[in-house]
Protein backbone atom coordinates (compact mmCIF):
# COMPACT_ATOMS: atom_id res chain seq x y z
CA UNK A 1 0.00 0.00 0.00
CA UNK A 2 1.83 3.79 -0.80
CA UNK A 3 0.96 6.49 1.39
CA UNK A 4 0.32 9.78 -0.24
CA UNK A 5 0.39 13.03 2.49
CA UNK A 6 -1.69 15.58 1.27
CA UNK A 7 -0.01 18.75 2.69
CA UNK A 8 0.24 22.34 2.72
CA UNK A 9 2.38 24.54 4.44
CA UNK A 10 -0.08 27.38 4.79
CA UNK A 11 -4.24 26.83 5.80
CA UNK A 12 -6.76 27.79 3.05
CA UNK A 13 -5.30 26.75 0.48
CA UNK A 14 -7.74 23.97 -0.52
CA UNK A 15 -5.95 21.08 0.69
CA UNK A 16 -8.47 18.94 1.95
CA UNK A 17 -10.85 19.38 -1.39
CA UNK A 18 -7.09 18.20 -3.29
CA UNK A 19 -7.51 15.39 -1.17
CA UNK A 20 -10.95 14.64 -1.46
CA UNK A 21 -10.99 14.77 -5.10
CA UNK A 22 -7.61 12.66 -5.49
CA UNK A 23 -9.06 9.89 -3.97
CA UNK A 24 -12.10 9.93 -5.72
CA UNK A 25 -10.30 10.30 -9.11
CA UNK A 26 -8.30 7.33 -8.03
CA UNK A 27 -10.72 4.99 -6.83
CA UNK A 28 -11.87 4.68 -10.01
CA UNK A 29 -9.34 2.56 -10.93
CA UNK A 30 -7.66 1.33 -7.38
CA UNK A 31 -8.41 0.25 -3.82
CA UNK A 32 -8.41 3.56 -2.02
CA UNK A 33 -8.40 4.53 1.81
CA UNK A 34 -8.53 8.23 2.74
CA UNK A 35 -7.39 9.00 6.28
CA UNK A 36 -8.65 12.46 7.64
CA UNK A 37 -6.19 13.83 10.56
CA UNK A 38 -7.08 17.32 10.62
CA UNK A 39 -8.30 16.68 14.46
CA UNK A 40 -9.43 19.97 14.52
CA UNK A 41 -10.99 21.15 11.18
CA UNK A 42 -12.21 17.03 9.87
CA UNK A 43 -13.77 18.02 6.77
CA UNK A 44 -13.35 14.73 4.75
CA UNK A 45 -16.84 13.91 5.72
CA UNK A 46 -18.73 16.78 4.65
CA UNK A 47 -17.18 17.10 1.32
CA UNK A 48 -18.35 13.36 0.32
CA UNK A 49 -21.62 13.90 1.23
CA UNK A 50 -20.73 11.21 4.50
CA UNK A 51 -22.60 13.60 7.28
CA UNK A 52 -23.65 11.85 10.20
CA UNK A 53 -21.91 8.74 9.47
CA UNK A 54 -20.30 6.87 12.37
CA UNK A 55 -17.30 3.72 12.20
CA UNK A 56 -17.73 0.63 13.25
CA UNK A 57 -16.52 -1.93 15.08
CA UNK A 58 -16.04 -6.05 13.48
CA UNK A 59 -13.60 -8.36 14.74
CA UNK A 60 -11.90 -5.78 17.04
CA UNK A 61 -10.54 -3.43 14.47
CA UNK A 62 -12.32 -0.68 13.31
CA UNK A 63 -14.47 -0.49 10.03
CA UNK A 64 -13.65 2.47 7.95
CA UNK A 65 -16.90 4.04 6.14
CA UNK A 66 -17.92 3.62 2.51
CA UNK A 67 -17.67 6.27 0.14
CA UNK A 68 -18.23 3.78 -2.88
CA UNK A 69 -17.15 0.18 -4.12
CA UNK A 70 -13.47 1.31 -3.49
CA UNK A 71 -12.81 4.21 -1.53
CA UNK A 72 -13.29 3.76 2.51
CA UNK A 73 -12.66 7.00 5.18
CA UNK A 74 -11.94 7.73 8.55
CA UNK A 75 -12.42 11.08 10.17
CA UNK A 76 -12.47 12.15 13.32
CA UNK A 77 -15.71 13.70 12.29
CA UNK A 78 -17.23 10.32 12.67
CA UNK A 79 -16.88 10.31 16.24
CA UNK A 80 -18.71 13.43 17.10
CA UNK A 81 -21.97 13.94 18.11
CA UNK A 82 -22.20 17.28 16.83
CA UNK A 83 -20.85 18.94 13.77
CA UNK A 84 -19.66 22.00 16.06
CA UNK A 85 -18.21 20.05 19.02
CA UNK A 86 -15.12 20.84 19.01
CA UNK A 87 -11.54 19.04 19.95
CA UNK A 88 -9.97 20.63 22.43
CA UNK A 89 -6.67 18.05 22.97
CA UNK A 90 -2.59 18.36 23.34
CA UNK A 91 -0.01 16.91 20.94
CA UNK A 92 0.40 13.19 23.07
CA UNK A 93 -3.66 12.90 22.78
CA UNK A 94 -3.41 13.70 18.53
CA UNK A 95 -0.83 11.21 18.39
CA UNK A 96 -2.25 7.85 20.12
CA UNK A 97 -5.46 9.03 18.16
CA UNK A 98 -3.48 8.95 15.14
CA UNK A 99 -1.67 5.87 15.48
CA UNK A 100 -5.08 4.16 16.28
CA UNK A 101 -6.17 5.21 12.75
CA UNK A 102 -3.55 4.38 11.02
CA UNK A 103 -3.14 0.60 13.13
CA UNK A 104 -6.26 -0.49 14.41
CA UNK A 105 -8.28 0.38 10.78
CA UNK A 106 -9.11 -2.33 8.70
CA UNK A 107 -7.05 -0.85 5.94
CA UNK A 108 -5.83 -4.01 4.45
CA UNK A 109 -6.30 -4.44 0.67
CA UNK A 110 -5.39 -1.35 -0.39
CA UNK A 111 -3.59 0.34 -3.11
CA UNK A 112 -3.53 3.80 -1.70
CA UNK A 113 -3.96 5.36 1.44
CA UNK A 114 -4.35 9.04 1.10
CA UNK A 115 -3.82 11.27 4.14
CA UNK A 116 -5.32 14.97 4.62
CA UNK A 117 -2.35 16.55 6.78
CA UNK A 118 -3.60 19.62 9.01
CA UNK A 119 -1.65 22.86 7.28
CA UNK A 120 1.55 23.32 8.69
CA UNK A 121 4.30 21.36 10.22
CA UNK A 122 3.05 20.58 13.61
CA UNK A 123 2.33 17.53 15.68
CA UNK A 124 0.20 15.42 13.13
CA UNK A 125 2.55 15.90 10.59
CA UNK A 126 5.50 14.64 12.52
CA UNK A 127 3.32 11.65 13.76
CA UNK A 128 2.27 10.38 10.52
CA UNK A 129 5.84 11.00 8.86
CA UNK A 130 6.48 9.04 11.97
CA UNK A 131 3.82 6.12 12.15
CA UNK A 132 2.38 5.70 8.53
CA UNK A 133 3.97 2.78 7.11
CA UNK A 134 6.38 3.05 3.93
CA UNK A 135 6.99 4.11 1.10
CA UNK A 136 5.20 7.46 1.66
CA UNK A 137 5.23 10.21 -0.63
CA UNK A 138 4.56 13.99 0.18
CA UNK A 139 2.04 16.14 -2.61
CA UNK A 140 2.09 19.52 -1.30
CA UNK A 141 -0.73 22.08 -2.26
CA UNK A 142 -0.41 25.99 -2.53
CA UNK A 143 -2.10 28.39 -4.00
CA UNK A 144 0.22 31.33 -6.36
CA UNK A 145 0.63 34.04 -4.01
CA UNK A 146 4.12 34.98 -2.87
CA UNK A 147 3.02 34.54 1.09
CA UNK A 148 1.72 30.94 0.46
CA UNK A 149 5.03 30.20 -1.71
CA UNK A 150 7.27 30.94 1.26
CA UNK A 151 5.00 28.30 3.62
CA UNK A 152 5.16 25.49 0.72
CA UNK A 153 9.50 25.96 0.84
CA UNK A 154 8.74 24.99 4.88
CA UNK A 155 7.23 22.77 4.14
CA UNK A 156 9.12 20.63 1.35
CA UNK A 157 11.90 21.18 3.64
CA UNK A 158 9.75 19.45 6.84
CA UNK A 159 9.04 16.18 4.32
CA UNK A 160 12.82 16.17 3.19
CA UNK A 161 13.82 16.16 7.33
CA UNK A 162 11.59 13.35 7.58
CA UNK A 163 12.82 11.22 5.02
CA UNK A 164 9.55 11.54 3.03
CA UNK A 165 9.64 12.31 -1.05
CA UNK A 166 8.32 15.08 -2.32
CA UNK A 167 6.44 13.51 -5.24
CA UNK A 168 5.39 17.09 -6.25
CA UNK A 169 3.43 19.97 -5.80
CA UNK A 170 -0.25 21.10 -6.66
CA UNK A 171 -1.01 24.68 -8.01
CA UNK A 172 -4.84 25.41 -6.94
CA UNK A 173 -7.04 28.67 -7.20
CA UNK A 174 -5.11 29.68 -9.87
CA UNK A 175 -6.07 32.28 -12.29
CA UNK A 176 -6.85 36.04 -12.08
CA UNK A 177 -7.37 36.54 -8.79
CA UNK A 178 -4.04 34.75 -7.35
CA UNK A 179 -2.18 34.70 -10.15
CA UNK A 180 -0.99 31.72 -11.68
CA UNK A 181 2.53 29.49 -13.01
CA UNK A 182 4.28 30.87 -9.44
CA UNK A 183 3.92 27.14 -7.72
CA UNK A 184 5.64 25.80 -10.97
CA UNK A 185 8.46 28.07 -10.77
CA UNK A 186 9.08 26.64 -7.16
CA UNK A 187 8.97 23.29 -8.17
CA UNK A 188 11.15 24.08 -11.19
CA UNK A 189 13.78 25.68 -8.99
CA UNK A 190 14.03 23.11 -6.22
CA UNK A 191 13.36 20.26 -8.56
CA UNK A 192 10.40 19.00 -7.87
CA UNK A 193 7.80 17.97 -10.42
CA UNK A 194 4.87 20.09 -10.50
CA UNK A 195 1.83 17.96 -10.83
CA UNK A 196 -0.60 20.63 -12.22
CA UNK A 197 -2.83 23.39 -12.05
CA UNK A 198 -6.80 23.74 -10.93
CA UNK A 199 -8.33 26.79 -11.86
CA UNK A 200 -10.52 29.25 -9.34
CA UNK A 201 -13.61 27.59 -10.26
CA UNK A 202 -16.81 28.11 -8.45
CA UNK A 203 -17.98 24.84 -9.31
CA UNK A 204 -15.19 23.30 -7.07
CA UNK A 205 -16.39 25.24 -4.19
CA UNK A 206 -19.75 24.37 -4.44
CA UNK A 207 -19.13 20.55 -5.21
CA UNK A 208 -17.33 20.38 -1.63
CA UNK A 209 -20.15 22.31 -0.13
CA UNK A 210 -22.58 19.82 -1.62
CA UNK A 211 -20.37 16.32 -0.74
CA UNK A 212 -20.42 16.04 -4.19
CA UNK A 213 -16.73 15.75 -5.37
CA UNK A 214 -16.22 17.54 -8.56
CA UNK A 215 -13.66 14.51 -9.86
CA UNK A 216 -16.77 12.11 -9.65
CA UNK A 217 -17.04 13.11 -13.66
CA UNK A 218 -14.22 11.57 -14.40
CA UNK A 219 -12.44 14.37 -16.51
CA UNK A 220 -10.87 17.41 -15.82
CA UNK A 221 -7.59 18.55 -14.22
CA UNK A 222 -7.86 16.24 -11.29
CA UNK A 223 -7.82 13.11 -13.51
CA UNK A 224 -4.82 14.37 -15.04
CA UNK A 225 -3.03 14.44 -11.66
CA UNK A 226 -3.70 11.47 -11.02
CA UNK A 227 -2.13 10.20 -14.27
CA UNK A 228 1.35 12.23 -13.30
CA UNK A 229 1.29 10.57 -9.79
CA UNK A 230 1.00 6.76 -11.17
CA UNK A 231 3.66 7.99 -13.85
CA UNK A 232 5.86 9.18 -11.15
CA UNK A 233 5.55 5.98 -9.21
CA UNK A 234 2.62 6.39 -7.42
CA UNK A 235 1.83 3.05 -8.25
CA UNK A 236 5.61 1.06 -6.90
CA UNK A 237 5.65 -0.93 -4.11
CA UNK A 238 1.69 -1.13 -3.81
CA UNK A 239 0.21 -4.78 -2.34
Known amino acids: MKSLLVMSGKGGVGKTTVAVNLSVALSKKYKVGLLDVDIHGPNVPKMLGLGGKTLQYANGRIMPVSYNKNLDVVSMAFLLEREDTPIVWR ?58 LLDVKKCIGFARSLNVKVLGLIENMSGDIFGSGNVKKVADNMHIPFLGSIPMDRKIAISGDTGKPIAE ?20 NTD
Do not use: Y
Request: no cysteine; charged share 25%.
Open 91 to 148: GPLKHKAIAQFLNDVEWEKRDFLVVDLPPGTGDEAISIAQLVKKPAEAIIVSTPQEVA
Open 217 to 236: GGKGEFSKIVERVITLGGQE
